[in-house]
């Protein structure tokens, strides 16, 4: 079952000029450390941080609250499996949303899908759960969030 979706645009020429005007300070309250690793060793970082930032807008949407109620931009972190697939990681407040919104006896896995064509970033999120019965068959592609029978 479907519990969130969320997409956002991000235009890559304003998050350049936010790294050119703010530099660190921009880059340390939005991004993890590993998500400005990924992003400084890329040809062209605005990039790379553009698709991170619609990515985290995106799953703020696709958790039912935008980047309010105490979520931080750092509670949602886009990391990459080997294979390069992005994955979101939650942590904080957007776990706790995350695990609210999941039924007992399921599994929830955050799904995104990130592209860009100069100027634009674009994501995508679907937040799906599935019965916890089922979900050992299931590949996991990201963290997940499991609620026990009760």
């Not at 949602?76 to 609210?100: C, F, H, I, K, Y």
């Not at 599935?130 to 963290?143: F, K, L, M, S, T």
Request: glycine letters at 8%; hydrophobic letters at 40%.
């Amino acid at each position: 079952m479907i519990l969130g979706i969320g997409t956002d645009l991000a235009n890559i020429e304003r998050i350049q000029r936010a790294l050119d005007r703010f530099g660190d300070r921009f880059r340390d309250r939005v991004f993890t450390p590993t998500e400005q690793g990924r992003a400084e060793r890329m040809k062209d970082p605005a990039s790379t941080y553009a698709k991170r930032w619609a990515a985290k807008e995106a799953c703020s949407k696709a958790l039912g609250t935008g980047l309010r109620m105490g979520i931080a931009w750092k509670d949602m972190a886009v990391t990459n499996l080997p294979s390069g697939q992005p994955v979101m990681e939650v942590t904080g407040w957007a776990r706790e949303r995350l695990d609210q919104m999941t039924p007992e006896g399921f599994v929830a896995t955050i799904h995104v899908s990130l592209t860009d064509d100069h100027p634009w970033a674009q994501a995508f999120v679907v937040i799906d759960a599935v019965p916890e019965a089922e979900a050992g068959a299931r590949p996991q592609i990201g963290p997940v969030s499991r609620r026990k029978l009760t």
